[in-house]
């Protein structure tokens, strides 16, 4: 059973445009946590929400979770290059974190 | 400067070898993890450890063991590696508190021939 659904699975899009992904759960969870991977690397910590409604900003990035904490999304404005990877969302579930399967984003110059 | 620590990177052995992937980190974290992916895949958890002498085994069935006999350390064995077992394994620890992030290592990208 898929608990954490992202979409889109692909993007490729050109320098300079803006973005939204999404992470969405048929079930209410506590808290969210949003991770981007380069190639080649481990996963690295962007942010973690935990209330409803919650935005979060980093840079050019911005997190928002659902107000019935069952969804989350990712806007990246102004994408660069140094951008791309793939950007996973995960759930704390009876202690581990379970994965979505990823956005991979690819950002052209 | 990464805190936890994954060797080797890459790996290429012949089917049947018996294998360890070291994972070692400095922040004293109790919790560790070892997940498995693909390229450009999820990842799915194959071993976790929430203390010395405990460990646990993920959603996805593996037929590799681990052992935690120290806090830094948290070691996968494969005892006789196959080609089914090529993929990508990363480790992971994390404080207390469920809203703690998870701090990853770079991977071991394995392949069996």
């Known amino acids: 059973t898929q608990l954490l659904e992202q979409s889109p699975q692909f993007l490729s899009i050109q320098e300079g445009e803006n973005l939204t992904v999404y992470c969405n759960s048929s079930?209410?969870?506590?808290?969210l946590q949003w991770y981007r991977q380069e190639p080649g690397e481990g996963p690295v910590l962007l942010v973690t929400?935990?209330?409803?409604?919650e935005v979060k900003k980093l840079k050019r990035l911005t997190f928002q979770f659902g107000d019935a904490r069952k969804d989350s999304s990712l806007h990246i404005t102004a994408a660069q290059p140094g951008d791309t990877g793939l950007y996973l969302c995960?759930?704390?579930?009876?202690?581990?974190?379970?994965f979505g399967q990823g956005t991979e984003l690819s950002v052209k110059p | 400067e990464a805190d936890i620590y994954q060797t080797p990177r890459y790996l290429v052995i012949g089917t049947g070898k018996k294998i360890t992937l070291e994972c070692s980190q400095t922040?004293?974290?109790?919790?560790m993890y070892w997940y498995q992916q693909d390229p450009g895949m999820e990842l799915h958890l194959i071993h976790y450890?929430?203390?010395?002498?405990?460990?646990e085994k993920g959603d996805l069935s593996s037929e590799s063991t681990v052992s935690r006999i120290r806090t830094e350390h948290f070691p996968l064995t494969l005892e006789s590696a196959r080609p089914s077992h090529t993929s990508q394994y990363l480790c992971?620890?994390?404080?207390?508190?469920?809203?703690?992030?998870?701090?990853f290592g770079s991977g071991t990208r394995l392949t069996v021939v």
């Open positions: 450890s929430y203390g010395v002498n405990s460990t």
């Open positions: 079930s209410v969870f506590s808290s």
């Open positions: 929400v935990v209330t409803g409604g």
């Open positions: 922040m004293g974290h109790d919790k």
């Open positions: 995960a759930r704390n579930q009876g202690g581990k974190l379970i």
């Open positions: 992971a620890s994390s404080g207390p508190g469920q809203n703690y992030g998870y701090t």
